[in-house]
Structure formats: C-alpha cells, structure tokens
C-alpha cells in the first residue's frame, strides 16, 4: 500500500461549481499538511498547509485534515478557470537525516469549463 | 521574490551523452531536492542534499548522480542518457529544521528532457 494514496482524476466540472481533492494516507508520523497547485508545464507551488485536524481558509480554499481517519481535502468555492491545474496533496515526515521530507500524493488535474 | 531556478526549460540529447541539469536558489535554503515527473507516476525523488558536499539517495537513483559544491546549486547529472530518461525533472529546495517554517518546499519551473 501506497503511504499516500490520490485518485488522478482527471476531474471537470463547470465554472462555479465546488470542487473537492482529497488524499489518504497510512503513516501516522505524518505531520504537516499541504496541498500543491501545478499548472501546466510548471514547477508545482505551495497552496495551502495545515498542522492540525480541522479545517483552515484562505480565500476560496478550505484545507481539511481529519488525522482519525487519516484523510485529507481541499476544497475550492466559486471554481474558475484559471483553477485548471493539478493539485497535489504532500505531507511532511521527519525523515532521520537531520530534516524533513515530503511525501507527494500522485495529484489531481483538474480542469474547470467556462 | 524567492526563486529556484532550472538553468534550461527544454533541452534534447542523444543516448550516451553526459547531461548536467542546473539548479540554483537564492533563499539560503540548506535543503535541496531533485525529482523526476512523469504521467501516472508522479514526482519520484531521485537524490537530495541537506548541506553542502552533502547527497542521499532518493527512491530513484540509479543513473544519476548530483554534486553541491555551494548551498545555493544542486546540480544533477545523466552520466550516460538513456531515453527512459526521458522526463521532466524538478529541482526544489526548502529550510533546515533548525530555522523553523512550514518546511514546504518551493519548486523551480522544471526541465523538459528528451533523449533521443
């Protein structure tokens, strides 16, 4: 099994619409959370990132972390176009060589018609 | 504006030659990351460095090799490419835990690599 698990999608939905990404994951060492925007033929860039379970906002994106069940989900509101990427959910884990390294989920592309 | 950035966007090459992939940042950033993107396999990290003249094996090494004389450049090398090599590459870096932030890493632009 996979330690984080992403559906690839590809996911379309039309303009407005509430668009929900989610990822699961089997290590419980997981820590941070934080979810990836990368447009096409693009680096991917930070989004969002969490620590706790609950949820955070920034703008029209939710953050969620449920840490019980080990699941996490970004929501978009008011979808638009230029939404139209892949998103990518990563987590952070102390990886015994003095710092840190991210596990990436596989991302989402997502595209949102006009 | 914080940047990495990946000294070429695209770049074509033959089997067999020696490829050097470029990666600078000027974040004073101790942590730097190369990955390899491909579809259906998403980013697999090939080797990182936490300090100067320092490197670890990621989950895909094999084939490359990496050298970081200074804290600001990483740079990855294709000793013999092969087209299964054929990827997009992506440099990333990020701070030291001593330094305290959210450890998300920012991601140069990436490399379009095709071995022909």
């Known amino acids: 099994q996979k330690e984080v698990e992403q559906d690839p999608g590809p996911l379309s939905v039309p303009e407005g619409a509430i668009v929900s990404l989610n990822c699961t994951y089997s290590?419980?060492?997981?820590?941070?959370f934080m979810w990836y925007r990368q447009y096409s033929r693009k680096g991917p860039e930070l989004l969002m990132y969490?620590?706790?379970?609950g949820n955070k906002e920034d703008g029209r994106f939710t953050a969620q972390v449920d840490k019980s069940s080990k699941y996490i989900s970004l929501f978009i509101r008011d979808s638009q176009p230029s939404d139209s990427a892949t998103y990518l959910c990563?987590?952070?884990?102390?990886?015994?060589?003095?710092?840190?390294?991210?596990?990436f989920g596989k991302g989402t592309k997502l595209s949102v018609i006009p | 504006d914080v940047k990495v950035t990946q000294s070429s966007r695209y770049l074509v090459k033959r089997t067999g030659e020696k490829v050097f992939l470029e990666c600078v940042q000027d974040?004073?950033?101790?942590?730097m990351f190369w990955y390899r993107q491909d579809p259906g396999l998403g980013l697999r990290l090939i080797y990182f460095?936490?300090?100067?003249?320092?490197?670890e094996k990621g989950d895909i090494p094999e084939g490359y090799s990496v050298s970081r004389e200074k804290k600001e450049r990483f740079s990855l090398i294709l000793e013999s490419a092969s087209t299964n090599q054929t990827s997009m590459y992506l440099c990333a870096s990020s701070l030291g835990d001593r330094r305290g932030s959210n450890y998300g890493y920012t991601f140069g632009s990436g490399t379009r690599l095709t071995v022909v």
């Open positions: 974040m004073d950033h101790e942590n």
């Open positions: 990563a987590m952070r884990t102390y990886s015994g060589a003095g710092s840190y390294q991210l596990t």
């Open positions: 460095s936490y300090d100067v003249k320092m490197k």
């Open positions: 290590n419980s060492a997981f820590q941070y």
């Open positions: 969490t620590y706790s379970s």
